[in-house]
């Protein structure tokens, strides 16, 4: 069975056809820009994917640099990005090479990670983020794996994608003594998606 990488290096293409088109994240992404006090701040797209959100945000004025470890989508993601700088690398690994960064944005990143790996998500991002840092956590409501989306079949090829759910609880236990949760952002109870800000303390 194929891992996670496998997955989104042989659907690079379709996520980007897909979230290119799709402005579901913007308000979300203008409400985070909006709270910094400096002109342009320096945000960091962790799993920033084909970098679909890094052009939001590089739109929203935003200095960005996007961070990933599918290759196939940071090819995607600097073609339609010559302007924003891409690493290829994993998110559980040290990558305090990109340098000090204002804010930090996680968009359904750590939702393929189980819950005793998201310190080290949460320490990874410690490292390069500034004093009073914001960081932007999107993940899918619930807790444990989610088998129905982490087994997907594309050309005759079993993928497991390791798709986990978690709670805000969950986040906020991973996060104690390096970061402080500040509130969820434009909460919606009928939408499992959730958005939760999280400053470095």
Request: glycine content about 6%; proline content about 2%; charged content about 30%.
């Amino acid at each position: 069975m194929k891992n996670i990488k496998d997955f989104y290096n042989k659907t690079s293409s379709d996520w980007a056809n897909k979230w290119y088109e799709d402005d579901s994240m913007l308000p979300f992404l203008e409400n985070l820009i909006n709270r910094f006090t400096c002109k342009t701040p320096r945000i960091l797209d962790l799993c920033c994917g084909a970098g679909y959100e890094s052009m939001r945000l590089h739109k929203l004025g935003a200095e960005v640099i996007g961070l990933d470890f599918s290759e196939e989508s940071i090819k995607i993601a600097q073609e339609h990005n010559p302007n924003i700088q891409f690493f290829i690398g994993d998110m559980l690994e040290d990558y305090s090479y990109v340098g000090t960064v204002d804010g930090i944005v996680v968009i359904a990143g750590f939702i393929h990670l189980p819950n005793e790996k998201l310190r080290l998500a949460f320490d990874n991002a410690y490292r390069v983020i500034k004093e009073n840092g914001l960081m932007l956590v999107v993940v899918r409501d619930g807790t444990g794996k989610n088998d129905s989306s982490s087994y997907v079949t594309i050309d005759e090829e079993e993928y497991d994608r390791d798709f986990y759910n978690h709670t805000q609880n969950e986040l906020v236990e991973a996060a104690e003594g390096i970061f402080k949760f500040e509130e969820e952002i434009l909460p919606d109870e009928n939408d499992l998606w959730k958005t939760y800000l999280f400053k470095k303390i």
